[in-house]
């Protein structure tokens, strides 16, 4: 569940149990492990955990030697909620500790009663290198620059979480882009809550200080140079960009690095500065602006897509309006739109004047709607053009037809063979949608 950070969790989770020898089983009721690695970031996925566990207890009923585990940020920010309601769960760790797992599995392995569960979240200072990892995403191998965060949004869990922010040591990480490269991928994804701080964060509580690059000023713009010369890397994406931490050389390092995309995820939240400063987001909506103005000057073709909340406690009707005025000046290619909801431990959650639920759900309704637009008209005006698409797989729905995305991120669906999966192709977009386009293959790079 959740974000690509705990997609790539997952995949050092599978590392780990194929090194204790277990293999992907077909459905839950024949495993004999099952993990949730799960998300804190809204209500609704934390819901699901719950629920999910449910239906999990029928399966611990018939095979009471399967074991369950509880991973992630759901797992770090109510451990002892979930020993209480479900307690046949037999292990819950959180999100910085996968280094326990093995030793947790094997604690559960040799006590045959029932007991409670092993519960590991102590750490949130250590950063999990040298843990193994079968990737399991087709052609854009995700890599962690850094973990946790340090900028307390007042309505965000992830600090709690997953902990201060920490950066990678550049040497482990470009060694991990090199792996990932030799094992055949194209592209990477650098992730991150906050990746523009990289650096800033280095050798606290690192568990190899001497490693870490502690120059002066080295920041997420040398990391993107450093990567970039791997050879044969055709691909550097990286998210999530903060907007306080955008630097000049940061929009001149995408502008000028061949194999860093032109996509730039920029969560901009809320369009009205009074909401901006309760969310403790640092910007004002003027800055925002200029940054993106700024981004789509020095950077031709740039994708900008953000992450916005609508119904934060004491929202306004004239201060949504002014997220929806926001949308219309800065027209973004694409946007994650939620409604704000409560986490319990921030100080968001402790505020007055909630919205009630019906007005945050029309609030959505029309922001979607606007955004919707406005990515119809912008895809609309990309018809006929021809982009460099790395193909991911066959398209599910359409037999005999491939899919993969450009340079911005954006699907591109076409005609083609499965050979395709993993080059890259340049594709004439041919009809428009939504989310994304049908095309041709013009010719092949
Ligand atoms: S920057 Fe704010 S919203 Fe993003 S992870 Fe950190 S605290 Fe949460």
Redesign the pocket.
């Known amino acids: 569940m959740g974000c690509q950070m705990n997609e790539r969790d997952s995949e050092t989770v599978a590392g780990i149990l194929h090194c204790l020898g277990y293999q992907p089983a077909q459905t839950p009721a024949e495993a004999d492990f099952i993990a949730l690695n799960t998300c804190a970031?809204r209500a609704k996925p934390e819901h699901k955990v719950f629920s999910k566990l449910g239906e999990l207890r029928r399966i611990k009923q018939e095979r009471p030697q399967t074991i369950i585990a509880v991973l992630g940020c759901v797992a770090q920010v109510a451990a002892q909620e979930i020993a209480r309601r479900a307690p046949y769960v037999d292990i819950i760790i959180g999100p910085r500790n996968y280094a326990q797992l093995a030793q947790a599995i094997k604690t559960v392995q040799r006590t045959s009663a029932p007991n409670d569960p092993v519960i590991v979240t102590d750490s949130h200072k250590t950063i999990p290198e040298a843990l193994p990892v079968r990737r399991t995403t087709p052609v854009s191998a995700f890599v962690n620059v850094t973990y946790g965060?340090?900028?307390?949004?007042t309505?965000?869990?992830?600090?709690y979480a997953?902990g201060r922010e920490q950066s990678r040591p550049v040497q482990e990480i470009v060694a991990e882009v090199e792996q990932a490269v030799a094992e055949g991928y194209k592209e990477v994804t650098l992730l991150g809550?906050?990746v523009n701080s990289y650096g800033s964060g280095a050798g606290q509580g690192c568990p190899s200080p001497t490693v870490m690059s502690q120059e002066e000023g080295y920041g997420f713009a040398d990391l993107l140079a450093e990567v970039s010369r791997v050879e044969e890397l055709e691909r550097i994406r990286f998210t999530?960009s903060?907007p306080k931490d955008i630097s000049v050389s940061l929009l001149a390092a995408i502008a000028g690095l061949p194999n860093v995309c032109e996509h730039l995820h920029l969560?901009i939240?809320a369009g009205d500065d009074e909401v901006l400063a309760r969310m403790?987001?640092g910007y004002t909506y003027e800055q925002y602006r200029h940054l993106v103005e700024a981004a789509r000057e020095r950077i031709p073709g740039l994708s900008i897509t953000t992450d916005v909340m609508v119904g934060f406690p004491g929202e306004t009707e004239e201060q949504f309006h002014n997220t929806l005025r926001a949308f219309e000046e800065i027209r973004f290619d694409q946007a994650f739109m939620f409604k704000y909801s409560d986490r319990p431990g921030t100080r968001a959650a402790e505020m007055p004047d909630k919205v009630p639920e019906a007005v945050k759900q029309a609030r959505l309704e029309q922001l979607v709607a606007l955004q919707n637009e406005t990515a119809r008209q912008i895809n609309q005006k990309l018809v006929g053009k021809s982009f460099e698409v790395l193909v991911a797989g066959a398209d599910a729905k359409s037999p005999g037809k491939v899919r993969g995305r450009t340079r911005t991120n954006r699907l591109v669906i076409f005609p083609g063979q499965e050979r395709l999966i993993g080059k890259l192709v340049q594709v004439q977009t041919q009809e428009a949608y939504l989310w994304g386009f049908l095309g041709e293959i013009a010719a092949q790079s």
């Open positions: 970031v965060c340090n900028n307390f949004c309505y965000c869990v992830v600090p997953r809550q906050n999530t903060h969560p939240q403790g987001r």
